[in-house]
């Protein structure tokens, strides 16, 4: 654990899950930059010291989290509270996995994994973090789902399935916690250039979904517009949070033609080898 003693000195904070790489890291170094104290969780240690660096350890705080172990969470949770004084303004529920292949060819092992991570770990971070977020002002809960969680994806089956799940949590807590005065919303980003792009069948699979992309000429929008649009998350008025043009007309058409939505997915469709 690396900046336990950094104070957030009555400063805005947001603990940012998946915080070493993509989408958490260039999230971090966006709110840093507004003045906000940033709380760095990853299972990648290496590369939260190297965001810790660019930000400055006064305004952060950095531990080793799995996302799937309540005990890390507990830890995590002592930590950032001890660093902010027992608040937290926002809690970024970014850590997140996929698999891409056809269904059976994915290990059902990898399968779980993604469910884990995409669905219990955002499930153990709203339990960890609540008694925080009720004891800070306007807090919020901002959990990342996908353009994959409102258009099932062929070849993403599963990770498809657990960004519906985030989204439909997402849906369902923002109005339970409405007496709470705590906002939940989530981010729905297109496909955004981080490593997530690199999935393959199985860890080590040569075979990459940024190839089939590149091959295909698929629209990858940059890591500095996600870190934007959390920031509009963190205080719009909406619920979910679009990032990329691709992305909204992919809520666009599913809300009024879903029918032709469905038929297309199915004529793209790449044939079996």
Same mark, same amino acid.
């Given at each position: 654990m690396s900046g336990a003693n950094a104070a957030a000195g009555g400063r805005k904070s947001i603990f940012i899950t998946g915080a070493a790489s993509g989408i958490g890291a260039e999230t971090a170094r966006y709110f840093a930059k507004k003045g906000w104290f940033c709380g760095l969780y990853d299972i990648n240690e290496m590369g939260l010291k190297s965001v810790a660096a660019?930000?400055?350890?006064?305004?952060?705080?950095?531990?080793? +989290?799995?996302?799937?172990?309540?005990? !890390?969470?507990?830890?995590?949770?002592?930590? %950032?509270?001890?660093?902010?004084?027992?608040?937290?303004?926002?809690l970024f529920n970014n850590a997140g996995i996929g698999r891409h292949g056809w269904f059976e060819e994915v290990p059902p092992?990898?399968? !779980? +994994?993604?469910?884990?991570?995409?669905?219990?770990?955002?499930?153990?971070?709203?339990?960890a973090a609540l008694p925080l977020l009720k004891a800070t002002k306007d807090a919020r809960i901002i959990n990342t789902a996908s353009t994959a969680g409102i258009v099932g994806a062929p070849q993403l089956a599963v990770y498809?399935?657990?960004?519906w799940a985030v989204r439909g949590l997402t849906e369902a807590l923002d109005a339970e916690f409405r007496d709470l005065g705590i906002r939940v919303v989530s981010l729905m980003p297109w %496909?955004?250039?981080?490593?997530? +792009?690199?999935?393959?069948?199985s860890d080590g699979a040569n075979e990459k979904m940024s190839d089939q992309m590149k091959a295909?000429?698929?629209?990858?929008?940059?890591?500095?517009?996600?870190?934007?649009r959390v920031w509009d998350a963190a205080h719009g008025a909406d619920i979910h949070y679009m990032v990329g043009g691709e992305a909204e007309r992919a809520r666009f058409m599913t809300r009024w033609l879903p029918g032709l939505v469905r038929k297309q997915?199915?004529?793209?469709?790449?044939p079996r080898s």
């Open positions: 660019e930000i400055g350890a006064a305004n952060c705080h950095t531990a080793r +989290l799995d996302v799937t172990t309540r005990a !890390d969470w507990a830890a995590a949770m002592e930590g %950032f509270s001890a660093a902010t004084g027992g608040k937290m303004d926002i092992e990898d399968s !779980d +994994l993604v469910i884990d991570i995409n669905v219990k770990g955002v499930i153990n971070g709203v339990y498809s399935a657990s960004k %496909f955004v250039d981080t490593p997530i +792009l690199d999935m393959g069948k295909s000429g698929a629209t990858i929008y940059p890591v500095s517009m996600a870190a934007e997915i199915k004529t793209r469709v790449p």
